[in-house]
């Protein structure tokens, strides 16, 4: 188990483009309900099962377990809500921390944002010069909600 | 993952009652949407999170995974949908099959039911004196949907 605690912002241009290889993201939702999302991921050849809890500020309760990753497409396939979220994963290492790059695809397609992680809230961190305005308070930009309101009917 | 085929029976008498030692389950929901159900359940000292599918009949997609006591017991107190269900599953050989009987507490004390799994749908089995009249199709009986409308309430 673990809390997490996120921040998220928009990107200011393309020079994030060349520092790091992308990976490729794909995931599903069994539930979507305030307060308990149930998501199952692939990323390259290793499924996952996560839950999390509701989000208070930044912090929100996350629990992941790994799993079979073809029963983690199984599960994704015959399962979770559709369209599933595919993306691209770009963890970019600057100044102490990693800013994960999300450019996604599909329905969302167009959509690019930019995540931190911080061990605490209020911890300080060294701001790159392509990250734009922060938008960690706009549930648009939730995953869970990208599923049922994605980037092209913004 | 695995196709879990169930039929459940009301129970015409108390005969079941010393053929088993129970054990006591505690469980709970993270989504009771139809086609994906999702529970986390501890029995014993060991936890467990399970994905069901939807049914058809008397067959339903079932996923399941081990995970910490000590996570259970957290997702089921901060996360999942209250009151948890909590029964004691006492299971009963009978003629080669395996007869679970529920007796739950809570707001579902005096609810009783037996259960048993089959290896394919019209599987033949014996049925024991004190199996009453099967309720496989009434979804009153999903203990998904013993949260939401517990037996106190019928």
Redesign the interface.
Known sequence: ?GQEIEKKFLLKNENWRNLAQGKKYCQGY??T?K??T?RVRIIGERGF?T?K?PSEGETR?E?E?E?PV??AN??LE???HKPLIQKTRYKIPFEGFTWEVDEFEGENKGLVFAEIELQHEGETFAVPEWIDREVTDDPRYYNANLVTNPFCKW
Chains 1, 2 share one sequence.
Do not use: T
């Open positions: 188990m069994l539930s309900e307060g308990r149930v099962f839950v809890g309760l629990f377990y799993i073809s029963e199984e599960i015959k399962l979770c």
